[in-house]
């Protein structure tokens, strides 16, 4: 588990494939890695990724086919920067929400433009994940813990202050970037638990009005 609050920027240091799959290579810059061992978790850029190996500066990963379909990872290339941050401990502080590392879907920065001193991104959720965002809830964009400023349909908006340009790599981002999105677990949760019995028998959501309608949630 992870809170979304970014600890470093790292980048792809090397990209192998290996028999269908491929092994990354992440330069951690100032991560402290004294406390990681094997086996232990890093997100990176929201992918939750075990360390396999720990060369000194940084860590090997072994990334699915399934990972690699599903999230911007297939697209990385050798000085690609990344998002980093360790895992949860009891100890750690929730300064943001919380992460799983399990990517929902890929999104695209529509739009960027100056709010103040904050900078607004509007984004391109795919369709199948807009019921899951909500105006001021949370979302994890390339593992940083954001909350959404606005909402129409299945795009969002943003607002980055300057300590997170400046500690991520929001400053990359321009129109067309494809971002990991991780929608808040609670929501993914409560929508099984709506299913009740009928979630053994789901193939996807079955949720809509009428469901809602039957079961008290929704009055015409």
Request: a negative charge.
């Amino acid at each position: 588990m992870f809170t979304g609050i970014v600890e470093a920027v790292g980048e792809v240091v090397a990209v192998e494939p290996k028999g269908g799959d491929v092994r990354l290579r992440i330069g951690t810059g100032k991560l402290d890695l004294s406390d990681v061992q094997l086996g232990d978790s890093i997100a990176t850029n929201g992918v939750c990724l075990t360390v396999v190996e720990l060369p000194g500066d940084g860590y090997w990963a072994d990334v699915s086919v399934e990972t690699l379909t599903h999230t911007t990872v297939g697209q990385w290339q050798k000085g690609r920067k990344v998002n980093l941050e360790k895992a949860l401990t009891p100890r750690s502080r929730l300064g943001g929400h919380i992460v799983s590392g399990h990517v929902d879907g890929v999104g695209t920065i529509v739009s960027q433009h100056s709010d103040a001193r904050a900078e607004r991104f509007r984004v391109q959720a795919p369709a199948q994940l807009a019921k899951y965002i909500a105006h001021k809830g949370s979302i994890t964009v390339d593992g940083t813990s954001l909350t959404v400023n606005a909402i129409d349909g299945d795009r969002f908006e943003l607002a980055i202050v300057p300590h997170t340009m400046a500690e991520t790599i929001f400053e990359q981002y321009q129109a067309g970037t494809e971002i990991n999105l991780e929608v808040d677990v609670i929501a993914r949760y409560l929508e099984r638990l709506l299913l009740g019995d009928k979630a053994a028998q789901a193939q996807g959501s079955n949720i809509d009005l009428a469901f809602l309608a039957e079961h008290g949630f929704h009055r015409g």
